[in-house]
């Protein structure tokens, strides 16, 4: 199996603190995983240290074949929309999109691959401990959640899904705020398997001002309001598994 792990975007604040979190997680993917993989990073910071930094870890890691680094200035979707590195998305069977202040804590994803398959998934997310939104992440155990919406947080795709999960950002909306919330309204299946783990380890720095009114405006893109998301229910259906 050829797996990528992606990073969404990593740099300050905190940047030591998301580089041991890096570190840490592709460490617990060597050994779930048992094979070598590659890595994509976006790094949003132009000093040519942090740069240094990050191919110094990476070349400590002997399991991760190929190591492509981009740079450039900006948030999430300004910087990976136009990743010229997105190329070799094609390459892999699985990818993890994962955010840099994300840590993983426990992570199957034999199980998770299994599940995604099985029920047809586009998207399947670890539980998320310390999300935005506790109320979409309430269940525990070896559970399924079929949803109509799924918080940014560490996603399990392959490359046509990884696509269509592109296809939804836009540079002008570079929080990605919305994203999550119009899953079930564009029939895109995601879903939250409940034993497997991930800790949002670090506060929001976005602007809550400016992220609102992006996410106001990307819902009007999509005819639809906030009324609208909220007369969906979060959970579509809750399947108990049997591994």
């Not at 002997?62 to 590195?85: A, C, P, Q, R, W």
């Not at 997105?86 to 892999?92: A, H, L, P, S, T």
Request: glycine residues 4%; contains cysteine; charged residues 20%.
């Amino acid at each position: 199996m050829k797996f990528l792990y992606y990073l969404s975007c990593i740099g300050n604040p905190d940047f030591n603190i998301k580089k041991n979190i890096l570190y840490q997680n592709l460490i617990y993917i060597f050994y779930n995983l048992k094979s070598d993989f590659d890595i994509i990073i976006n790094l949003y910071e132009l000093d040519e240290n942090y740069h240094n930094e990050l191919t110094t870890l990476l070349e400590s890691l002997n399991f991760i074949t190929n190591k492509y680094i981009y740079v450039k200035k900006g948030v999430l979707s300004e910087v990976f929309l136009t990743n010229s590195y997105n190329k070799y998305i094609d390459n892999y069977d699985y990818i993890l999109y994962i955010l840099d202040d994300v840590k993983i804590t426990n992570l199957n994803l034999n199980h998770m691959i299994q599940i995604k398959e099985q029920y047809e998934l586009e998207i399947i997310s670890p539980k998320i401990i310390n999300p935005s939104h506790d109320k979409w992440n309430s269940l525990s155990g070896n559970i399924l959640s079929i949803n109509n919406y799924l918080e940014i947080y560490c996603f399990l795709m392959n490359p046509k899904n990884m696509k269509t999960f592109f296809s939804l950002h836009s540079i002008e909306n570079k929080w990605g705020w919305g994203i999550d919330l119009i899953f079930g309204h564009l029939n895109i299946k995601v879903g939250t398997y409940y034993n497997c783990l991930a800790e949002h380890s670090l506060p929001s720095k976005s602007n809550q001002k400016e992220g609102i009114k992006c996410l106001v405006d990307y819902l009007g893109k999509h005819s639809l309001t906030i009324e609208d998301i909220r007369k969906k229910s979060y959970l579509i259906e809750k399947i108990n598994l049997n591994f």
